[in-house]
């Protein structure tokens, strides 16, 4: 009688082999012979995260710190031997704390200018989302961009969202410290549309159980990144943070994390 798994079991443990082979191969490319006690750096460091509470991307309140972004850094960070601690505050406010420095990283910025005076864009390890402009009133559906003039629109304190509507200064903006205020503003009538990142966006609606819609008008998303201050001493490990990254996407870790996500709070 013919054995038809035989080779099926010696192809899959030749797969596993050669997988584990790619992963030992890349840590040995990446990770410099002094960093690799398990890819841990030779320091213990204690790296402190400054970021705005921000669902679901930073859920900073209520317990332990979580969310997509969070939980991607804390990869990186488990395989560097870094422990972290998270500093909450505005997002306006957690730039002033970079550039004071009283926080090493920040985690989804968008690359400005302005902003990389500040810090290192050290690896986009979070992926690009499209803004979306919420609206309740059907007055307030925005169509094409030049539907936004005449309009007051909501936006977060500090936050960048794409060249041209960040430097429109004939634009009526509206600034609020979070996207949830930023949604009551609207419920209230002090402002018309709210851009928003599409899932943080989604998430306040959810949250606070608002019959607001979404306009057929978006913009496409550009890829957030690990961020670190250059005033930090975090910035000499940031080759051992894109080499962290590269191992937890080919273990297929950071893909789990993101569609988890996804599947959790899109619609």
């Not at 992926?127 to 961009?145: D, K, M, Q, S, V």
């Not at 018309?192 to 989604?202: F, H, K, R, S």
């Not at 937890?248 to 599947?263: A, N, S, T």
């Amino acid at each position: 009688m013919a054995r038809p798994h035989k080779n099926l079991k010696t192809s899959q443990a030749r797969m596993t082999g050669m997988r584990v082979f790619a992963t030992a191969v890349l840590m040995a490319l990446v990770f410099p012979v002094s960093a690799q006690q398990g890819t841990e750096t030779v320091e213990a460091l204690t790296v402190t995260v400054g970021a705005n509470h921000a669902p679901p991307y930073r859920i900073i309140e209520g317990g332990e710190p979580t969310g997509l972004y969070v939980d991607i850094f804390q990869e990186i960070a488990d395989r560097l031997g870094w422990k972290v601690h998270y500093r909450e505050a505005p997002f306006r406010r957690v730039l002033r704390m970079v550039q004071q420095g009283e926080v090493d990283v920040m985690l989804g910025p968008l690359e400005t200018a302005e902003r990389t005076e500040l810090m290192e864009f050290v690896a986009p390890a979070f992926p690009p989302e499209r803004r979306l402009f919420f609206y309740l009133n059907a007055e307030n559906r925005i169509e094409r961009y030049a539907d936004l003039y005449g309009r007051a629109i909501g936006i977060l304190e500090g936050a960048s969202y794409f060249s041209r509507f960040d430097t429109d200064d004939k634009l009526l903006k509206e600034p609020a410290p979070r996207y949830e205020n930023l949604m009551l503003m609207m419920q209230k009538g002090r402002v018309d549309v709210v851009i928003a990142p599409e899932l943080v966006g989604l998430y306040a609606v959810e949250k606070l159980g608002l019959d607001v819609k979404v306009s057929p008008f978006f913009v496409p998303g550009e890829r957030s990144y690990i961020a670190v201050a250059k005033n930090s001493p975090v910035l000499k490990y940031a080759d051992d943070i894109r080499a962290a990254l590269k191992l937890i996407e080919l273990e297929g870790i950071h893909e789990d994390l993101v569609l988890k996500y996804m599947d959790r709070f899109a619609e």
